[in-house]
């Protein structure tokens, strides 16, 4: 056997992870019954049959010794993080033995009830310092650690994340997206030769990305009308929200959940104002920038007692603040009197679509840190919500407009 396989588990026992030695006290724990029997996937014939080899008399259990041997053997197909926590499980086990749905569970490296349960038993048998109060972090480190507290409920998921956490690959949607909305505002700014109320500028909806009712039949409209801005004041509120809250939500769940949340509320804000404010255009990226802010101050809400952050009711007040102030702004613009009197200033409701989609997608999305959305119920159901409403909107882009007879302002 390779000698580094062989050290490796002992490395892992004499130094824990800051994962395994999370202080789980007071965290509120699902624990997974041994008689709860998930599904078998592909990957798990694999180690239902190491399973079978230490279990010859089919008992469906085997000893923790023996899966020590077993962890032992294998140890380099796992995640090294995980791996500490496995060997503490073996270490700490009450009972003496391991059932085979655990089994599979903890060493396929999936995510779930029983692996935190592994990460609760293992940190009864190790305790260290509180993450916040580990000493000689470097600047980087300390960031880490305060996106953790900032994001994340549960200590054990905090030091989870700061333990594995490798900046690769960096926050890239929110930063692209954010390049791409300020390039285009400095290119419309130059062409226009105005930065504040660029709206009021002749040639300002006459471009390819404006949604308008007259163009609605243009698919791309409905998500490209983010990177077009009324002015100065609304990109820089767009964007400090978004940089502010985007940024550690998506170092914590990655960029695929939280570019999913954010197109999702870019999407239901257009769809929103074609339903109820149909002859008003709509531009800006309040509609994403709403779903992430409102989907975090949700998360926060609804999980006060174990957000440790310091600033939680600072960091609250002030995204409350920014938000009202400009979802105020875009009231007044609505409502200002227009410079194509036919049409009407870009609408607000696409800020309440986004609302919409954060605290009900966007509270499930950022709930569970590294759990698979597809196993929630509750994500299916709000997925059924989102898609009945898109459909619902898509025909009534196509049939309300002529039945309801309405005049739609021309393109200025």
């Known amino acids: 056997m390779d000698p580094r396989m062989r050290a ?24 997974l019954e041994s008689t709860d029997v998930l599904p078998m ?44 926590v496995l060997l503490a499980l073996a270490d700490s086990n009450a009972d003496g033995r391991i059932c085979y749905q655990d089994f599979v569970n903890l060493m ?39 996106v953790a507290f900032e994001t994340l409920p549960r200590e054990m998921d905090r030091k989870w994340f700061y333990d594995s956490y490798t900046g690769c690959p960096p926050p890239w949607f929110i930063i692209a997206v954010t390049i791409v ?23 300002y909806l006459r471009n390819p990305l404006v949604y308008h009712p007259q163009l609605r039949a243009q698919a791309w409209r409905y998500l490209s009308y983010i990177f077009m801005h009324a002015g100065i ?25 939280i570019g999913f949340l954010y197109i999702s509320g870019v999407l239901a804000g257009s769809l929103a104002v074609s339903v109820a404010d ?3 255009p709509v531009v800006g990226s309040s509609g994403g920038v709403y779903a992430l802010v409102s989907a975090h101050l949700a998360n926060i809400v609804m999980n006060w007692s174990g957000m440790k952050g310091h600033f939680k009711l600072l960091r609250m007040g002030a995204a409350l603040l ?12 609505r409502f200002y009197p227009s410079v194509y009197p036919p049409c009407p200033n870009p609408s607000f409701v696409a800020h309440l679509g986004g609302v919409a989609v954060g605290v009900t997608l966007g509270v499930v999305v950022l709930r ?28 009534w882009n196509i049939f309300a407009y002529s039945l309801l007879e309405l005049r739609l302002p021309p393109l200025p």
Not at 233 to 251: C, D, I
Not at 326 to 332: C, I, K, P, T
Request: proline share 5%; glycine share 6%.
């Open 108 to 146: 396929s490296n999936k995510c779930s009830n029983s692996f935190r349960r592994a990460i609760l038993q293992g940190s009864r048998q190790r305790k260290s310092a509180a993450l916040l109060e580990e000493p000689g972090l470097g600047v980087s480190r300390r960031l880490v650690r305060h």
């Open 278 to 280: 149909m002859t008003a």
């Open 41 to 84: 996937a592909p990957e798990d014939q694999h180690w239902k049959t190491l399973f079978d080899q230490f279990d010859p008399e089919n008992s469906g259990y085997i000893s923790t010794e023996r899966f020590r041997s077993l962890l032992n053997t294998h140890g380099s197909e796992l995640d090294p993080h995980k791996l500490a």
């Open 322 to 333: 920014c938000m009202s102030a400009e979802f105020g702004r875009a009231v007044w613009l």
């Open 368 to 395: 569970n840190y590294e759990q698979r959305l597809q196993e929630q119920s509750l994500w299916w159901i709000f997925i059924l919500v989102y898609v009945v409403f898109v459909l619902f909107a898509v025909f």
């Open 8 to 31: 490796r588990p002992r490395e892992a026992h004499a130094s824990p992870s800051p994962a395994v030695a999370a202080n789980a006290e007071g965290d509120a724990i699902e624990v």
């Open 181 to 203: 909305e300020v390039a285009v505002f400095v290119y419309y700014g130059l062409l226009l030769d105005r930065w504040v109320l660029q709206v009021s500028h002749p040639l």
């Open 233 to 257: 004041e609304h990109l820089s509120l767009n964007v400090l929200l978004q940089l502010l809250v985007g940024v550690p939500l998506e170092m914590v769940h990655g960029a695929l959940r």
